[in-house]
Antibody, heavy 127, light 107 residues
Framework: EVQLVESGGGLVQPGGSLRLSCAAS????????MNWVRQAPGKGLEWVSY????????YYADSVKGRFTISRDNAKNSLYLQMNSLRAEDTAVYYC????????????????????WGQGTMVTVSS | EIVLTQSPDFQSVTPKEKVTITCRAS??????LHWYQQKPDQSPKLLIK???QSISGVPSRFSGSGSGTDFTLTISSLEAEDAAAYYC?????????FGQGTKVEIK
């Protein structure tokens, strides 16, 4: 079964740090681009960060740039999000999400929709 | 940043009725628009990719249309299990953005 399982969330004080993990199973993790998407309580979805399959290309939303760092370990089938200088507005459920990949005629390419999501991990920033 | 505006924000619908949700982009995004369903206390689920392309395993009552700046998600005959929030998402340019969501309630 294709699955993503996040962990590492919790309660942290403003200015603190937290490291989220996302364990992938059921697919060849190292061939897929990955993302973090968050959802504040009762609010909509916000894309946070993207990492290419090799880890060589990374993007961030302006709201987290300079504070969050995305990374991956393909040997461990894992995605990470290091969150520093946390603020109250970072309070949210954080989802890891796989980028849809389409293969035809021996070639594969990413379609930049998110086809598999984890169950999410809650991050609460409060004193 | 491309802003996606969905309408309506909320819709209360009788089973078997047709549901139409619109998503308007602040600038042209071609067909780089995707739709998700999020049921209460669940993760989002991809329904439609690239405005109108179906996703394996998604019921055929869900369809999408549009291009440029105006897009539509249609549920042809609402079922009780379709009670959820629906979000559009653009992947035309960074930062990728989502609409604010449309909540569909079953009457």
């Amino acid at each position: 079964e294709v699955q993503l399982v996040e962990s590492g969330g919790g309660l942290v004080q403003p200015g603190g740090s937290l490291r989220l993990s996302c364990a992938a199973s059921g697919f060849t993790f190292g061939t897929y681009e990955m993302n973090w998407v968050r959802q504040a309580p009762g609010k909509g979805l916000e894309w946070v960060s993207y990492i290419s399959s090799s880890g060589s290309t990374i993007y961030y939303a302006d709201s987290v740039k300079g504070r969050f760092t995305i990374s991956r370990d393909n040997a461990k089938n894992s995605l990470y999000l290091q969150m520093n200088s946390l603020r109250a507005e970072d309070t949210a459920v954080y989802y890891c999400a796989r980028t849809l990949r389409y293969c035809s005629g021996g070639s594969c390419y990413s379609e930049h929709a998110f086809d598999i999501w984890g169950q999410g991990t809650m991050v609460t920033v409060s004193s | 940043e491309i802003v996606l505006t969905q309408s309506p924000d909320f819709q209360s619908v009788t089973p078997k009725e047709k549901v139409t949700i619109t998503c308007r982009a602040s600038q042209s995004i071609g067909s780089s628009l995707h739709w998700y369903q999020q049921k209460p206390d669940q993760s989002p689920k991809l329904l439609i990719k690239y405005a109108s392309q179906s996703i394996s395993g998604v019921p055929s009552r869900f369809s999408g249309s549009g291009s440029g700046t105006d897009f539509t998600l249609t549920i042809s005959s609402l079922e009780a299990e379709d009670a959820a929030a629906y979000y559009c998402h653009q992947s035309s340019s960074l930062p990728w953005t989502f609409g604010q969501g449309t909540k569909v309630e079953i009457k």
